[in-house]
């Protein structure tokens, strides 16, 4: 419950987010990290928050895009043994206790999903977004993954799904693969702005927040 207060606190005034997930591993110098950087700055030109676990290599990669183009960043980092410290590109962050909070609060403030490159966390929170909205426990907002080279296999194996009647062949339409940043956008752009109606809208704070919440900008991780 504390993770639940704390993420709510820190989170609810950050608007429209896109969630963008993918490995904390990836260096500066990997070609992925500048297709994240790519795609933060053109999330943020588009009017969404770009929100990410907040640690470094992807999701520092997509912060620092939002930023540079001049958008809002921020970040739901987790607490592990071998501590992952918060990227220097967060408006805004929260640290979480457990993993479970974490993705529920990735998932609660987005209307969009972009994954790339990245090992077993970033296939949790990949698949944790493909069945909330296969069973409906959330709207079909689009699921963008990105750096097809590497998930091909994964692809692939979707399609397996599907053909064996594991999941339903239009459940392959929640998954759009691309490595284009404006192919990626104008998928976003048809999928969650026109359908959920969102417009941009001058922003101000609410004068008697419901849990103590604090508008932007903050920088510490909590």
């Not at 999701?59 to 987790?78: F, L, P, Q």
């Not at 709207?139 to 963008?144: A, D, M």
Request: aromatic letters at 10%; one cysteine or more; hydrophobic letters at 40%.
């Amino acid at each position: 419950m504390r993770d639940f207060l704390r993420g709510f606190r820190t989170l609810h005034f950050v608007g429209p987010c896109v969630t963008v997930f993918g490995s904390a591993r990836i260096q500066r110098d990997d070609p992925h990290y500048e297709l994240a950087r790519k795609m933060g700055a053109a999330i943020a030109r588009l009017g969404f928050t770009v929100m990410t676990g907040g640690g470094p290599g992807i999701m520092e990669a997509a912060n620092r895009g939002a930023k540079e183009a001049g958008g809002r960043s921020v970040g739901c980092t987790i607490e592990l043994p071998s501590e992952q410290p918060a990227n220097a590109y967060l408006d805004r962050c929260v640290r979480m206790h457990y993993f479970f909070v974490r993705k529920a609060l990735l998932v609660k403030y987005s209307y969009a999903f972009v994954v790339m490159p990245g090992g077993a966390g970033t296939l949790d929170e990949l698949f944790e977004a493909v069945t909330l909205i296969q069973t409906g426990k959330i709207k079909n907002f689009p699921i963008v993954i990105m750096g097809t080279d590497y998930w091909k296999e994964l692809i692939g194996f979707i399609n397996k799904m599907a053909q064996r009647g594991m999941i339903a062949p239009s459940d392959l339409s929640l998954i759009y693969a691309t490595d284009s940043v404006e192919e990626a956008i104008e998928h976003i752009r048809t999928k969650a702005i026109e359908p959920f109606g969102l417009k941009r809208v001058a922003r101000r704070r609410r004068a008697f927040p419901w849990f103590g919440e604090r508008g932007l900008p903050l920088r510490q991780c909590r």
